[in-house]
């Protein structure tokens, strides 16, 4: 199995702050990564596929990059809406698995 | 609007059985891949499970491989979970997913519902 791993666990930031969440894969996996963002007690939200494919209705101050077995999400300028719990998730091949997850915080 | 609504969940003794619907309106089902995803508490997300649109390939966690079967019905467009053997690592909110796009490799998911409990206790 391919396994995800993203750093930090738990990111603090102030609103306005440029935030950068990092997932890395176990093996190669092209492009085919997604990134979503989960907040309490609610139903996960896509927000970037095939790496840095920006899904619609997402604001542009998210976006994604990578390839291979290195990927980024990028918050440009973090606004309050924004602090939750982002995942990683690889779909290459027929085994898909999500990274641990990283919890954005407010400093 | 698409929408993903789960039922099904509840409380089960381990070794129990308990099977997930999940009703699915606003696209065409038949033409998309579904899939099952849990959470347990406080954890991260896990995925559980893939039926091809067409429903003849299915996919499954090794977590869960043997003991679950996803299944669909295009006539009333539902998809659903039927999980055996249930274990107490088996206690998680389960959501049903839609595929992103009808291309492969492709399986990210675009729609969630709102998942429905399952906990596994004696």
């Known amino acids: 199995d391919i396994q995800m791993t993203q750093s930090p666990s738990t990111l603090s930031a102030s609103v306005g702050d440029r935030v950068t969440i990092t997932c890395r894969a176990s093996?190669?996996?092209?492009?085919?990564l997604a990134w979503y963002q989960q907040k309490p007690g609610k139903a996960p939200k896509l927000l970037i596929y095939?790496?840095?494919s920006l899904q619609s209705g997402v604001p542009l101050r998210f976006s994604g990059s990578g390839s291979g077995t290195e990927f980024t999400l990028t918050i440009s300028s973090l606004q309050p809406d924004d602090f939750a719990t982002y995942y990683c998730?690889?779909?290459?091949?027929?085994?898909?698995?999500f990274g641990q997850g990283t919890k954005v915080e407010i400093k | 609007e698409v929408q993903l609504l789960e039922s099904g969940g509840g409380l089960v003794q381990p070794g129990g059985s308990l099977r997930l619907s999940c009703a699915a309106s606003?696209?065409?089902?038949?033409?998309?891949?579904m899939s099952w995803v849990r959470q347990a508490p406080g954890k991260g997300l896990e995925w559980v499970s893939t039926?091809?649109?067409?429903?003849?390939?299915?996919y499954y966690a090794d977590s869960v491989r043997g003991r679950f079967t996803i299944s669909r019905d295009s006539s009333n467009n539902t998809l659903y979970l039927q999980m055996n053997s249930l274990r107490a690592e088996d206690t998680a909110v389960y959501y049903c997913?839609?595929?992103?796009?009808?291309?492969?490799?492709?399986?990210?998911?675009?729609?969630w519902g709102q998942g429905t409990l399952v906990t596994v206790s004696s």
């Open positions: 997913a839609k595929k992103g796009t009808t291309m492969t490799p492709g399986n990210y998911f675009d729609y």
């Open positions: 606003g696209f065409t089902f038949s033409s998309y891949a």
């Open positions: 039926i091809s649109a067409s429903g003849g390939n299915t």
């Open positions: 093996q190669t996996i092209s492009s085919w």
């Open positions: 095939k790496a840095s």
């Open positions: 998730q690889q779909y290459n091949g027929y085994l898909w698995t």
